[in-house]
């Protein structure tokens, strides 16, 4: 059981079977990627544990890099506008692997990945550690999932509630009961 601020949480994925699953998914990269040097941008701050673990597994030359995403309010329909920061290597001709700690809607990894995309790279592929299918709101073409969840809310390994509970080596899920 774990609390955070007014919530408590209890055990959803262990450490054990997240690294089984991030050595899963770093043996595809290997595989994907043999013989290229891709960039592996980690989106801050949710995504900075897995990044590192999912780093540790390839054993392919690749560079990391790390973005963040400001969210700021446009009064047109088209709801909040994602900036990316801190990106200050040029991307143009390079394989991007954008790696996220969750995918709900979709509209942050979308919004980051247009924004790539007009840097000119090679590729772009995606890597989520979490993604949960009922609440995705456009597309988006995921490349590499760990685990697809339910519609819930889950914090630890990297994910917060209010900031707070990023730094356990399991996942907890909001106990509804
Ligand atoms: P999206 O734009 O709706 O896909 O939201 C993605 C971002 O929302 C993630 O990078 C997280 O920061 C946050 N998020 C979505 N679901 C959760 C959750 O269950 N726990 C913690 N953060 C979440």
């Known amino acids: ?5 007014d919530k408590t949480f209890v055990p959803f994925i262990g450490r054990d079977t997240l ?21 592996i941008v980690g989106v801050l701050n949710g995504a900075v544990l897995f990044t590192a673990d999912l780093l540790k597994n390839l054993t392919i ?23 990316i920061l801190g990106l200050t290597e040029a991307i143009t001709g390079r394989d991007l ?8 809607t979709g509209m ?5 990945c247009q924004q790539l995309a007009e840097k000119g790279p090679a590729s772009i592929a995606i890597a989520t550690l979490l993604f949960k299918p009922a609440a995705l709101k456009t597309k ?14 889950v914090v630890g390994y990297g ?19």
């Open 1 to 5: 059981m774990l609390t955070v601020l």
């Open 19 to 39: 690294q089984e699953r991030i050595s899963e998914l770093a043996d595809q990269i290997n595989r994907d990627y043999a013989g290229r040097c891709p960039l």
């Open 61 to 83: 030359d690749c560079e990391i890099t790390f973005i963040r995403v400001a969210s700021y309010e446009q009064t047109t329909s088209t709801g909040n506008i994602k900036e």
């Open 97 to 104: 692997i954008v790696v996220e700690d969750i995918v709900d």
């Open 108 to 112: 942050t990894i979308a919004h980051v």
């Open 140 to 153: 988006v073409d995921l490349a590499y999932v760990g685990f697809e969840i339910e519609n819930q809310f």
């Open 159 to 177: 994910l917060d509630y209010d900031g707070l509970g990023r730094n356990t080596k399991d996942i907890f899920v909001l106990n509804e009961s």
